[in-house]
């Protein structure tokens, strides 16, 4: 599919006029921090602590779905338990700590440079993540310095995680953008289905295991290999987006 397809399709499924692209909804996890394979590993720890099977890949399968909902589904599912808020909150706060023993995640190779390239083509740069990890929030302005607003979406402003599109479109209200001024960079498929029905231009990027069909089936309009390979091309695919005005 040719890139004006792409954009006709989108278009067609949002019922948008146009496109004039002003400011990037951007993911934490798998995007800006390569911070998945240690958040799988310590959500495979608590499960096997607690006695419930479980694979690495389920939590790629569930990322972007707020702790407390992959703790509860889980629960329930492998042990047949009901666990309470107050619970959940408990068992999130020991996945946080195994998360943290395992040292600082790096950043993710080519996320800085994503970042300039948009804020060279004057498009606000606005974190939205289900994430609730102070840790890793509080080293966005030290990683990413002058890169980001003000405007951020994170776990403690959501009730509902992804595939549900209350981030992106919490995010949206707060920066005062409508869906077709948005584009949003994610890597989990949930994260991409929860874009997607935001009415956003959802980019995806394989920064994980997940395969790039499945990134298009939950609803990418683009899948890029990497954060790289996203910077290299967003110039040219800035000018081609805004080339179809609202
Ligand atoms: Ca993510």
């Known amino acids: 599919m040719t890139l004006q397809q792409t954009i006709a399709e989108h278009l067609k499924y949002t019922g948008q006029k146009g496109l004039d692209i002003s400011a990037a909804l951007i993911d934490c996890d798998g995007v800006l921090y390569d911070s998945m394979k240690y958040h799988t590993q310590a959500w495979v720890k608590l499960m096997k602590k607690n006695g419930i099977k479980c694979t690495r890949d389920e939590f790629y399968e569930m990322e972007g779905m707020t702790g407390s909902e992959i703790i509860k589904m889980k629960f329930k599912t492998g042990a047949g338990k009901n666990i309470t808020d107050d619970e959940a909150h408990a068992l999130y706060g020991v996945k946080t700590r195994y998360f943290r023993e395992l040292g600082e995640a790096p950043v993710m190779p080519g996320a800085v440079r994503?970042?300039?390239?948009?804020?060279?083509?004057?498009?606000?740069?606005?974190?939205?993540?289900?994430?609730?990890?102070?840790?890793?929030?509080?080293?966005?302005?030290?990683?990413?310095?002058?890169?980001?607003?003000?405007?951020?979406?994170?776990?403690?402003?959501?009730?509902?995680?992804?595939?549900?599109?209350?981030?992106?479109?919490?995010?949206?209200?707060?920066?005062?953008?409508?869906?077709?001024?948005?584009?949003?960079?994610?890597?989990?498929?949930?994260?991409?289905?929860?874009?997607?029905?935001?009415?956003?231009?959802?980019?995806?990027?394989?920064?994980?295991?997940?395969?790039?069909?499945?990134l298009y089936k939950a609803g990418a309009d683009l899948v890029y290999k990497n954060m790289d390979e996203l910077a290299a091309a967003l110039p040219s695919l800035l000018v081609a987006l805004s080339l179809v005005k609202a």
């Open 114 to 214: 994503v970042l300039e390239a948009l804020k060279d083509a004057d498009v606000d740069r606005i974190l939205v993540t289900g994430s609730q990890q102070d840790t890793l929030l509080d080293r966005i302005e030290k990683d990413f310095p002058n890169l980001f607003g003000e405007v951020k979406v994170t776990g403690h402003d959501v009730r509902k995680g992804k595939p549900n599109p209350e981030p992106f479109l919490k995010g949206m209200a707060k920066a005062e953008k409508k869906p077709n001024q948005c584009i949003v960079i994610e890597n989990a498929p949930l994260g991409v289905q929860a874009a997607h029905a935001a009415g956003c231009f959802t980019i995806g990027v394989t920064t994980g295991p997940i395969p790039e069909k499945d």
